[in-house]
């Protein structure tokens, strides 16, 4: 049997940082308000000349430098991203140029907040299978572009950043099993819905949430499938070395960890300092968490994420 393992990890972001004190001297809202209900202490926020492609291909490079790999070994290319540089081609062949990587797959996957994990699972099964021998998994994303920054129930809550892994085929676990979920019923509580017909803006352009139902939805199917991820590989909530959830808010992310049963000390946190960056939260905190030291080989690890769709996932490995 052949499994996937992650060999190397890197992520990016923008240099520009906006505090929650420049928010407050902009729209109605306060430090005080901001961090009590998200943990969210400040953003990144890209540049007007950054796309989500050159954020991908700064993260991917550092993936690369971390896993000693060169563009010839690549592949598969995976993005997950909701801010896609052009509607087509896709952000994935647009890295992939940038990388100066002229052969294998490269493709884009869109479930937004969980878009990582969908795209993490898809290139697991790609290596594992020996379709491929050398992937690169990444999550970017440009969100404040997707913003009404003066609608503070929602421009308060997000960041751009990317966060980027390399797989590689191994004879032992590396990755578990992933776990995807998705209910399209729930469309409507968290959702862009505008589009372009005719060569004109049709609909709304920002975003648009119902907070307290995208907050319940969170902590249940997060629990949830953190236990089928768990069981599935006879595995407690105790034995993890680390949590690595979605960083959208931190009341969300100690509610999970507490249901699970994994000490808040074992959770990886990025939440303060970057925001809620969609489909880059998962592999910008995994990144910062083995660059600093605390994932170390060996170590039971659990991802998770959840987002619009609604979509959900987890991915247990081994480091
Ligand atoms: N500053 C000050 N006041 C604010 C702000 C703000 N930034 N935003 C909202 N308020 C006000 C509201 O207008 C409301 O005032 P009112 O009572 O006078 O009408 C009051 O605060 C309470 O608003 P609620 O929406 O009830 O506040 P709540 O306690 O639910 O917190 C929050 C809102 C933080 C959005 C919470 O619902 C939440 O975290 N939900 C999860 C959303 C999330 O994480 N989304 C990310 C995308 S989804 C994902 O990634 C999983």
Redesign the pocket.
Known sequence: MTYSRIVGTGSYLPERIVTNRE?QSR????DE??VS??GIEARHVAADDELTSDLALKAAQRAMVSAGVGPDDIDLIIVATTTPDMVFPSTACLLQAKLGIKRGAAFDVQA??TGFIYALATADKFVASGAHRCALVVGAEVFSRLLDWND???????GDGAGAVVLKPADTPGIYSSHLHADGHYSHI?RVAGGIAEGKLRGNPF?E???????K??VRVLDECAREALERNGFTGSELDWFVP????L??INATADKIGVPRERVVTTVARHG?T?AA?VPLALDSAVRDGRIQPGHLVLLE????G?TWGAVLLRW
Do not use: K, P
Not at 152 to 158: G, N, W, Y
Not at 246 to 249: F, G, K, P, W, Y
Not at 305 to 308: A, L, Y
């Open positions: 928010l729209i109605d809202t306060s308000w901001i209900r998200t937004v907040c503070r129930r929602t421009c308060v809550l997000f968290l975003l949430m119902d907070g307290q139902a995208v907050f939805f969170a979605h960083q959208a808010n009341r969300i809620n969609s939260s994420g959840v987002g619009g609604m």
